[in-house]
């Protein structure tokens, strides 16, 4: 049984522009998986979208602002001329001729439209609890609409009170991507998004007070905090090396010793965790949200108390403990675009027998 699925990208950044995070990676990954299943797939993204094998409808008009920046109790903005808006109208316009609309925006907007719709929309969640105004209205369609709404992680999902209600997916990544690398260089490895919420200030200060080279790799999204950083940090031995595109990115921290990931908040279920180890580099987390699903301590990684930079240093200085062949092992086994496509798969399936 094949199916006509229409994928309805993240509107606060056109597809290729690091913007969106993960959900851009992560909308890729399906829409290949779904494809190479045979199933008919489009994604509809914001103009200036870019891919080089999918089929992507590209929508004009403003971005949103990125759910993260915002307070708990702000209510939902809304741009004029909204991409978002533009892009749900286009679906309800096409709606027939797919069987199944599939949302990864983290909006409230197509959450709401959900009743307003004829065919079933799943929701794919990429964050755990931010604001009020979210949180009412995932719940809403949770209850009304049993089973559509999708998360990454367990501990994502217990940022909800209806995290009984969520199905989780976890994640998957092309695995013949990423090459396993067994001799790594010396350097360190820290790959993201510069943003606050992302902590690189103390990836860098363990850089600093270890001595050992850290490379960073990602989006500059947050100028004046990646600026703070390089004030507070003159003498650091990091080096910025761009937001390169996966085959680049995996080649280079393929080389590195581990990756650091020194999150604020509630990470749902990074992408650069589930990278890393596919390339063999064991991960130095804080011990919070998707990582501590994803970490086996002592094996593929070691968990630090959240916050601590003695913490990081002192698992930089255990990283020979950890096995890299070990760590690709589990990408092979739980994070392979197989196993992320039936997991997928499975729950389209659902949503539209119901
Ligand atoms: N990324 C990239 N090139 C870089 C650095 C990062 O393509 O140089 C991508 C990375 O592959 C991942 C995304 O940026 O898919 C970051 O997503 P993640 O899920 O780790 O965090 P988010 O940004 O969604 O909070």
């Given at each position: 049984m094949?199916?006509?699925?229409?994928?309805?990208?993240?509107?606060?950044?056109?597809?290729?522009?690091?913007?969106?995070?993960?959900?851009?990676?992560?909308?890729?990954?399906?829409?290949?998986?779904?494809?190479?299943?045979?199933?008919?797939?489009?994604?509809?993204?914001?103009?200036?979208?870019?891919?080089?094998?999918?089929?992507?409808?590209?929508?004009?008009?403003?971005?949103?602002?990125?759910?993260?920046?915002?307070?708990?109790?702000?209510?939902?903005?809304?741009?004029?001329?909204?991409?978002?808006?533009?892009?749900?109208?286009?679906?309800?316009?096409?709606?027939?001729?797919?069987?199944?609309?599939?949302?990864?925006?983290?909006?409230?907007?197509?959450?709401?439209?959900?009743?307003?719709?004829?065919?079933?929309?799943?929701?794919?969640i990429?964050?755990?609890?931010?604001?009020?105004?979210?949180?009412?209205?995932?719940?809403?369609?949770?209850?009304?609409?049993?089973?559509?709404?999708?998360?990454?992680?367990?501990?994502?999902?217990?940022?909800?009170?209806?995290?009984?209600?969520?199905?989780?997916?976890?994640?998957g990544?092309?695995?013949?991507?990423?090459?396993?690398?067994?001799?790594?260089?010396?350097?360190?490895?820290?790959?993201?998004?510069?943003?606050?919420?992302?902590?690189?200030?103390?990836?860098v200060?363990?850089?600093?007070?270890?001595?050992?080279?850290?490379?960073?790799?990602?989006?500059?999204?947050?100028?004046?905090?990646?600026?703070?950083?390089?004030?507070?940090?003159?003498?650091?031995?990091?080096?910025?090396?761009?937001?390169?595109?996966?085959?680049?990115?995996?080649?280079?921290?393929?080389?590195?010793?581990?990756?650091?990931i020194?999150?604020?908040?509630?990470?749902?279920?990074?992408?650069?965790?589930?990278?890393?180890?596919?390339?063999?580099?064991?991960?130095?987390s804080?011990?919070?949200?998707?990582?501590?699903?994803?970490i086996?301590?002592?094996?593929?990684?070691?968990?630090?108390?959240?916050?601590?930079v003695?913490?990081?240093?002192?698992?930089?200085?255990?990283?020979?403990?950890?096995d890299?062949?070990?760590?690709?092992?589990?990408?092979?086994?739980?994070?392979?675009?197989?196993?992320?496509?039936?997991?997928?798969?499975?729950?389209?399936?659902?949503?539209?027998r119901n």
């Amino acid at each position: 049984m094949y199916y006509k699925l229409l994928f309805m990208s993240t509107p606060i950044g056109s597809l290729g522009s690091g913007l969106g995070g993960g959900v851009e990676l992560t909308i890729s990954n399906i829409a290949k998986e779904m494809l190479r299943r045979g199933h008919e797939v489009k994604i509809v993204a914001p103009q200036g979208s870019v891919s080089s094998s999918l089929p992507i409808k590209e929508i004009p008009g403003e971005l949103q602002i990125p759910a993260q920046n915002q307070t708990r109790t702000e209510p939902i903005f809304i741009p004029k001329n909204s991409v978002l808006a533009n892009m749900w109208d286009y679906a309800r316009q096409v709606q027939a001729d797919y069987d199944l609309i599939v949302n990864f925006a983290y909006d409230w907007l197509p959450l709401y439209l959900t009743p307003f719709f004829n065919r079933p929309i799943a929701h794919l969640i990429s964050m755990g609890s931010l604001t009020d105004v979210m949180d009412h209205i995932i719940e809403q369609v949770a209850n009304n609409f049993p089973g559509t709404i999708g998360v990454h992680g367990q501990t994502q999902a217990a940022t909800f009170t209806f995290a009984d209600k969520c199905r989780c997916l976890v994640n998957g990544m092309d695995l013949s991507v990423y090459q396993f690398c067994s001799q790594p260089g010396s350097d360190l490895a820290w790959v993201g998004r510069i943003a606050p919420e992302k902590g690189l200030e103390d990836a860098v200060a363990a850089a600093k007070i270890t001595g050992i080279p850290m490379k960073i790799f990602g989006l500059i999204q947050d100028v004046p905090y990646w600026e703070k950083i390089c004030q507070e940090y003159p003498d650091a031995p990091i080096e910025y090396r761009g937001f390169l595109p996966t085959h680049e990115l995996q080649q280079e921290l393929g080389q590195c010793r581990a990756l650091l990931i020194t999150p604020r908040w509630i990470e749902a279920y990074p992408n650069v965790a589930l990278e890393a180890l596919a390339c063999g580099v064991p991960l130095i987390s804080y011990c919070r949200g998707g990582l501590t699903e994803i970490i086996q301590e002592g094996k593929t990684g070691f968990l630090v108390e959240p916050d601590s930079v003695q913490g990081l240093v002192e698992a930089i200085k255990r990283l020979d403990e950890l096995d890299r062949q070990a760590c690709r092992q589990k990408a092979e086994t739980e994070y392979s675009l197989e196993a992320m496509g039936d997991r997928v798969e499975q729950w389209f399936q659902k949503i539209m027998r119901n």
